[in-house]
């Protein structure tokens, strides 16, 4: 199971820390992701992670978002700084490589002009 948490409304420029625990033994050993949907889009992924630390993101938010990872209380994270409003959405954290994958339930994020 995954549970997001941290989403929330905030100013334009601001930053957020998105975090996702996880449960059981999917976050052992597995690549872990964030993704998110913004209203009226399909869902896109934003980037992963690896057991190790190694991390892809994408370029469109490269420069602003930060993926990290605790092995140990099994949690992800998603840290966002300048947020603005075309990153409101719903973000969602998932597994990559497992069957079946597993996805959270989601985390609203709301920026305000």
């Known amino acids: 199971q995954l549970v997001e948490s941290g989403g929330d409304l905030v100013q334009a420029g601001e930053s957020l820390t998105l975090s996702c625990a996880a449960s059981g033994s999917i976050f052992d050993n597995t690549d872990m992701g964030w993704a998110r949907q913004v209203p009226g889009e399909e869902r896109e992924p934003l980037g992963y992670i690896t057991p190790e630390g190694k991390v892809n993101i994408r370029e469109f938010v490269k420069a602003r978002f930060t993926l990290s990872r605790d092995n140990v209380k099994r949690v992800l994270y998603l840290q966002m700084d300048n947020l603005q409003p075309e990153d409101a959405g719903v973000y969602y954290c998932?597994?990559?490589?497992?069957?079946?994958?597993?996805w959270g339930q989601g985390t609203q994020v709301t920026v305000s002009k």
């Open positions: 998932h597994s990559l490589g497992t069957s079946p994958l597993f």
